[in-house]
């Protein structure tokens, strides 16, 4: 990498949240719960030139690894992200994350009627229809779900 290039510098320890969907970045760092008061340095790039994907989002963490969950929770948003884990500088692990062809557990049910919002102790259920764009429905009530409304419960 060059001079002219370098636009975000390499972290030491941590993980690099690459090829994040144009313009998702900031909601990746929702879902990580990073904000001003967080310790350990992130770094943020947008709309940043690819070869693969035309312009991508990085979101990079210093001194963190992620949660099974936050992985889940990133694919809804960002199916083409790669989760880079680095130690001493080097990439040591490399992954795509994964959409389930049945979502369970990160995402609830847009239908306040749906038997999984009652008091039953019912875990919300969802079929992938379609991942781009992407389209979810609910197992028990057949409500349908886009990736706007599942982003606003993250
Ligand atoms: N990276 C980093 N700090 C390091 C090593 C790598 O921030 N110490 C970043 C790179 O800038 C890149 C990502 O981690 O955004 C993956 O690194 P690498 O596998 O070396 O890059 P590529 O081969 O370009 O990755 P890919 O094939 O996934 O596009
Ligand atoms: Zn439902």
Do not use: W
């Not at 949240?17 to 929702?30: E, K, T």
């Not at 790039?45 to 001194?63: C, N, R």
């Amino acid at each position: 990498m060059t001079e002219t290039t370098l636009r975000v510098s390499k972290i030491k320890d941590g993980t690099v949240i690459d090829h994040i969907n144009n313009g998702h970045a900031l909601d990746v760092v929702r879902i990580l719960g990073i904000n001003g008061q967080t310790n350990g340095t992130v770094l943020i790039a947008l709309h940043v030139p690819s070869e693969q994907l035309g312009l991508k989002d990085i979101v990079k963490v210093e001194g963190r690894e992620l949660k099974p969950e936050e992985v889940d929770k990133i694919a809804l948003l960002a199916p083409q992200a790669s989760i880079n884990i680095i130690r001493q500088y080097a990439v040591v692990d490399k992954k795509r994350v994964k959409l389930p062809s049945i979502i369970s557990g990160t995402v609830t049910c847009g239908n306040p009627a749906c038997v999984s919002n009652s008091s039953e102790p019912i875990q919300p259920k969802f079929y992938v229809k379609t991942e781009d764009p992407l389209v979810v429905r609910c197992h028990y009530c057949s409500h349908i779900m886009e990736r706007q409304e599942i982003l606003r419960q993250f």
